[in-house]
């Protein structure tokens, strides 16, 4: 029925913007939905140190995960990952970005390292921020945990045309500094 409909049009020499229109009508658009994930995207991960720990050393990891290994990440005890020689921080498909004392307090990872293609080739729908903080925080699940922040790579979460997410480490905790897209 659809090519019928649309064969009439095309015979009465309907206006060809007006076709375009109609297709993307019946086909759906590309745009986000509320509650639906979007395509997966690439971003450069700017993370940078608070002034205040400009005199610490402070490693931060940034891990790619994917849809099945995320509850685990999500759960596992932060005391755990940082203690020498935990087997989830050895295999885990990261970036390691070396803050030391005295050192630039920004680093990141662009959207054009290889690194990207890695995670892409494996599914990676989300990269897990995790700092080694001084101080004894206590472990938490998700979020809750100081030394946690999960940035999902669904471009339906940032705003159009966000290339960059950043990220700043405090004494605290970690803090999204690129806001989320609004809720329409």
Known sequence: MKNRFIRSFVAGGFPAIAIAGLAVVLTGCGTCKPGKPGPIGRYTIEVSLDESLKTSSVIVDLVGVNPSSLPRWEAYDMQKYWKEGDPMRRD????????????????????????????????????????????????????????????????????????????LVQRSGIVVITPVRAVK
């Open 92 to 167: 885990a498909d990261k970036v390691v970005l070396n803050f030391g004392s005295g050192q630039a307090l920004a680093k990141s990872l662009p959207m054009t390292d290889s690194r990207w293609d890695k995670w892409k080739g494996n599914g990676v729908t989300h990269v897990m921020v995790l700092a080694d903080l001084p101080g004894g925080q206590a472990s938490r699940p998700g979020n809750q945990d100081a030394r946690r922040q999960i940035l999902a790579l669904d471009q339906c979460t940032w705003p159009d045309k966000t290339t960059e997410l950043k990220v």
